[in-house]
Structure formats: C-alpha cells, structure tokens
C-alpha cells in the first residue's frame, strides 16, 4: 500500500496499513499472543467510548491513541511508575486496577480504599500500589514529578525507570524543556512519551518553526530518541521496549514520538486506526471471525455498565 499523505514519515513499520506484519517482527507478535493484544486494545477503545457519555468536565476522546496504553501497560515492571496524561485511564485497568475502583474514582466519588488514594477530581485517577500516579491539574507538572521520580530510582539503584505521557503541545512550554534539560544533565532513567497528532491538510502540529518533527528536535539537545506510528501498535511497543531497555541500562533518558491520529474526523481513512490494522493482521491469520468480535464487545461493554452503575449505587445497565 502507498504511503498515504495521513502517515507519517521516518518511522519503523512493523504492522503495515494492510495489516501485513514484518518477517522481523514475527517472533515479537507471537510473544505478545496477537488475539489478547488484541482484545487490549478493544478494551482501551470501549473504555473511551462509555466515559464519552459520563459527562466529564474537559473530556476529550483518546479513541485512536489506544497503542500508547497497551504497549506501556505491557512494559512497566514493578517498582516502576507511569506519569499519564488525562486521556491514558485505560493503562491503569490493564495493570490490574479494578473497574469498580477506577468507576469511582473517575466519576470523583469516594473509593472503597478512602478517598485519599487520589486527588478526588472527576476523570482523573490513580493506584499507587500499581505505579499509577495521578495526572495533576496544573498543565504540564507530571513531567517533573515524573523526572523527580526518575532521580529517586537512580538514587536506589536496581536498573527500574519510569515513563510520562503527554501531548506535542507541552513541547513548547518552558516547564518542558526545564524537565528535559534536568532529566538529560542527570541521566535520569525516565522514557517520555510524546503523543503528537498528524493532519494532512497543513502543517502538522507535532512540527517545529522549521517543520521538524518532536523527534527530532529532542535528538537536537542529545536525547536517544525513536519515532513510531501510533497506529501501528507493533511499532509503538518495539519503540517503546527499547526506550525501557535504554533508560534501565543506565544510559540516560530516552524519547519516543508517537504519531497519532485522532478518530473523530469522518475524513480520517481507516488503516489509521490501531484497532483496525490488527483487526485485519487477526483476519489475514485466520483468527479474527464476526462472532469473536461480538462476543469480545458484549463482555467488555458489560463489565464497564455494571462497574459505573455499581459506582453509582444503581442497577446494572442491559448489555448491549
């Protein structure tokens, strides 16, 4: 398939826009089981999808970036801490926080733990016996909490790292840059993670004064950095393995750009979205049926009704 105009340049492909896998990206897949790959990122997808109508405060949706969640979810080691941004809820259930627990706390009611766990605000939560902090309301502050917690596991020792999620708007901020120019100076073991958004009818908003990527910019101020397509959810996990490794091999921290493509636009092609493309890997390997993927959403949809009516102190909703 021709590289469309919606894909973005310099990065490694391991599943292509058909849905055809890499030879050198075979033996990763199979690790992974692509079928519970898979249904992670479905469950990312719907868990979007029914906070989209729980009438949260600055909601936005996260449909489209669900390859980010499942690939940290599946590479955070214990001991080791993820600094989300407002629209990653969906790495915490795939740690193993309970959905009755997170209902709660993104609805902002009291857990059953005390409210104390996290900061009680609606849509925003954590799990501090997951490595789950909460995303702090000042725009931008889980980067140096994030870079701080780096420092305390340098400190300890133990080859552990940690990672933040944020968006290409806070690569313009100065509390950006004082966080990376702190992390860099002290070989912090913290992998940042840059979600930047591609539109192919202008200018990317990921791309600098001179029409550079994040990426690249990053490599500029001596980061090790790499550049993965956000809908291709091999490429984001294989980025993202070696940024850990890099960072708990003690040399320093490591950036990785993830290009993403935000689903609300009816313009946007299909082989953009990360649940589609393995979908169609699934298909091509004879493992993805009609039936699989109700059955799939059935049980997911169901086990999210009955988490927020139970938050909610109602009955359960019919599963749809």
Known sequence: MEQSPWDPEGVAVGLDPEGHLGD?????????????????????????????????PMWAPAAGEEAVSVAVALLLGDGEWIYPGLRDLAIAPMLGMDL????RQVLGLPGERGPALYNGRPGAISATDLG????????????????????????????????????????????????????????LP?????????????APPEAGLFGDSVAERMA????????????????????????FTHARDGRGPA????????????????????VERLRRFLDHEG??????????????????????????????????
Do not use: M
């Open 100 to 103: 009755d627990e997170l209902a």
């Open 24 to 56: 050198a990206a075979r033996p990763l897949v199979d690790a992974l089981e692509p079928r519970a790959l898979y249904k992670r990122l479905v469950a990312a997808r719907l868990l979007d999808h029914r906070l989209g109508r729980v009438g949260l």
């Open 255 to 274: 950036f990785v750009e993830v290009v993403v493509t935000p689903l609300y636009n009816p313009d946007v092609p299909a082989h953009r979205d990360p």
């Open 190 to 202: 913290l992998v940042l993670i840059c979600k930047s958004q591609l539109w192919p009818e202008g």
């Open 132 to 187: 789950v902090a909460h995303a702090p309301e000042p725009l931008g502050l889980h980067l140096a909490l994030a870079a701080g917690q780096a420092h305390a596991h340098k400190l300890a020792g133990g080859g552990k790292a940690s990672a933040v999620i944020f968006g290409e708007g806070l690569t313009t901020t100065g509390l950006f840059h004082e966080s990376v120019a702190l992390t860099a100076a002290g070989d």
């Open 220 to 243: 500029a101020c001596g980061l090790w950095t790499r550049r993965a397509d956000g809908a291709d959810v091999i490429g984001v996990y294989t980025a993202l393995e070696q940024a």
């Open 287 to 320: 493992l993805w049926t009609p039936a699989f993927e109700e059955a799939l959403e059935r049980e997911i949809l169901g086990q999210l009704d009955r988490a927020f009516a139970y938050a909610r102190g109602a009955a359960p909703e019919e599963p749809r």
